[in-house]
């Protein structure tokens, strides 16, 4: 992950799929004890691998990934990876435009994330489920879902455990405000949203940088 970080996803694709390919030759004859554990790892690798071929544009090989990633979360009953697996699919179909499609997986990311104590989690599903309402138009609900984002955001504190959306803080919040307020017909407060997230966004992160850009 920090080599996608670093260099993009083209640098980190084969070596993402060498190790999922390794985890799930090996799932088989795992023991039970170990047998959950590797399923959140193979669950994780093919997430990853879908997040990976998003971003080369590869979007069929994504949403394949995805789906993978989903049903090993849910048989590995890991609510965490469940629910940033569905953030992921959210984000991918109100990119390709059916924003009522990535409403539908947000208000379940949500669901999900709010069973569990990861905050950084909770929010990143309040901003991908405001995503997908500012594309629909509904402006309420996609304020309203920054909100929650932002608040939740706000009582993360610094002993905090690592979390799958390490790199989701403040700055990729204000990103998607940007956006939204966009997606609303309110292209002055995006573009001035938008460049308020630039000087938020840890610039270490290409990927974050890019779509703070947007």
Known sequence: MRQDDMLGPQAALDTVLAQRRLVQSILPSTPSPLSRRLLSLYTNLS???GWLSFDLNNHESAA???ETARAAAHEAQDTELGAFVLCNVSHLATWQ???RVGIDHAIAAVGWANQTGDRSLRAYAYDVA???YAMDKQEAAALTAIHNARLTLGAIDAGSPTSHTY????GQLRSTEGVCHLHLGQAEQGARIGEAALAQIDDAFVRNLALGSL
């Not at 790199?167 to 403040?170: D, E, I, N, Q, R």
Request: net charge positive; charged share 20%; aromatic share 24%.
């Open 97 to 99: 435009g059916h924003p």
């Open 64 to 66: 394949e990934y995805y």
């Open 47 to 49: 997430r990853f691998a």
């Open 167 to 170: 790199l989701y803080g403040p």
């Open 130 to 132: 405001a995503r997908a």
